[in-house]
């Protein structure tokens, strides 16, 4: 359904070090550039994620209600992003790393803030 996904940074650097901290738990390799626009790009076969200065010049700020999703291949993923993005200038929130139950099913799910705000969480579908 997606091709890639791009989150606005103040600060592109501290951001790149916690996505490639945190997706690199993930198993995805560390992101590439800069590109010409000054964002950094990880890829993997199923889509792409990137981060950047935004565009219009304007501050970067997040969605609020947003949250973008990063599979986890292994429940112990779930555990190790969410502890190499905290280490990596993230914050921990919501509830701690572990079991939700809901309409989609058991999902094992950790939720962090990046240096620039955004929510991102890693799941892994139980089952």
Not at 24 to 52: C, H, I, M, N, S
Not at 69 to 90: C, I, K, L, N, R
Request: proline share 7%.
């Amino acid at each position: 359904m997606f091709t890639h996904v791009t989150v606005g940074a103040d600060d592109v650097e501290a951001s790149r070090q916690f996505y490639d901290a945190a997706l690199g738990a993930l198993g995805v390799e560390l992101g590439k550039g800069p590109d010409p626009k000054g964002r950094y790009w990880w890829r993997t076969p199923y889509g792409a994620f990137a981060v950047g200065k935004p565009i219009d010049g304007e501050p970067a700020c997040h969605a609020n209600g947003g949250t973008i999703g990063f599979a986890a291949q292994t429940p112990e993923m779930v555990q190790a992003f969410h502890d190499a993005g905290v280490a990596a200038g993230g914050r921990a929130i919501e509830d701690p790393p572990g079991e939700r139950r809901g309409a989609f099913g058991t999902l094992l799910a950790a939720y962090l803030r990046d240096p620039s705000g955004n929510k991102v969480c890693a799941v892994h579908r139980v089952g």
